[in-house]
């Protein structure tokens, strides 16, 4: 066994400029989720320590694959998923190839057959943030299903506040799934602020550690002041971004410029809607935690398995 053996580091939860337009109504149009190149966002999570850097862009690969290649990257990406009732949950899925991720795209939109997939690979499965309101409404069998399948959870969100992480630390411990960390990272100031350990020497054991859910989840949870930062900072970017992309004189990119430099008066209002989104995401996270766990004991208490497995006590041939 090798003597080079230690904690070793990867940020499992982190955005490039691959992550498209903004999942917010209307801003879609005029703000990206993210505005970093992935390069930059690789030597950001090297120079904050860590030993190995993945993207996990919206339901797309390609800044991933702009680092593949390197000994210390591997290539994911956070799905977009609909459950049975139409609801939307963010999958992690690590070290996956084009065809795999070509595989998960055909699937996303039905959460057992993808999760189906991942288990038939062999592919790690992450829970992102599932107790927050960013992804929308949850019906009460939402997360009963993913928990049900997928191998690990998100408990240590860079994002998420402490009181949010620590209901999907109990939910996750309560399913018995492998606890990671990720920064949830828009901007490069915030890439590498929570991640995930592994004990290992080497990128192959790093990546072995974490399909057995080896992992430690670190790093610092998310709070308002960072938040408030954060979407600062987009704002920023997208006037940047927006001015270089109208230099040419594309007159819809001029539109769009004008209607960026528009919403500029607005920004002093940015801490009273960020301090509303943050008190939403605390209430959403105790109602939820409370419906998942009465969810979980009604089904151990006589409800058939989910995704197809016996029901309890049922023999198998």
């Given at each position: ?26 801003l ?20 904050r ?8 862009d919206?339901?797309s ?16 990406e ?34 057992e ?22 992804t ?9 299903l ?19 992480n ?37 990128r192959?054991e ?13 790093g610092?949870?998310g ?38 430099v ?21 209430l959403f ?33």
């Amino acid at each position: 066994m090798s003597d080079a053996r230690r904690l070793m580091r990867c940020d499992l939860h982190v955005h490039s400029r691959h992550s498209g337009p903004s999942t917010i109504p209307v801003l879609g149009r005029l703000v990206r989720e993210c505005y970093s190149d992935p390069e930059a966002v690789y030597e950001a999570a090297r120079w904050r320590g860590m030993d190995f850097v993945t993207l996990t862009d919206h339901d797309s690969i390609a800044g991933s694959l702009e680092l593949a290649g390197r000994p210390d990257t591997f290539v994911s990406e956070e799905v977009t998923c609909l459950t049975p009732d139409g609801r939307e949950l963010h999958l992690g899925l690590f070290d996956i190839t084009e065809r795999q991720h070509e595989e998960i795209q055909a699937r996303r939109r039905d959460l057992e057959a993808l999760l189906a997939y991942a288990a038939e690979q062999g592919l790690p499965a992450c829970v992102n943030h599932p107790f927050s309101s960013l992804t929308g409404r949850r019906s009460d069998r939402d997360l009963t299903l993913a928990f049900a399948a997928a191998t690990h959870v998100e408990t240590r969100n860079g994002m998420m506040s402490e009181r949010v992480n620590a209901h999907a630390r109990s939910a996750g411990r309560r399913a018995r799934l492998a606890a990671t960390g990720g920064s949830d990272a828009h901007t490069l100031f915030s890439v590498g602020r929570a991640f995930t350990c592994v004990d290992a020497a080497d990128r192959a054991e790093f990546l072995a550690g974490l399909r057995a859910g080896r992992t430690v989840p670190a790093g610092r949870s998310g709070s308002y002041a960072r938040l408030t930062a954060d979407l600062a900072r987009l704002a920023a970017f997208a006037c940047r971004d927006q001015a270089w992309r109208a230099q040419d004189g594309d007159p819809a990119e001029i539109v769009r410029l004008a209607a960026v430099v528009a919403l500029l008066p607005l920004l002093p209002l940015l801490p009273i809607v960020t301090a509303a989104v943050y008190a939403d995401e605390q209430l959403f996270a105790w109602r939820h935690s409370r419906r998942f766990e009465r969810e979980r004991s009604r089904s151990r208490a006589g409800r058939p398995p989910l995704l197809g497995a016996p029901a309890p006590g049922a023999t198998t041939s």
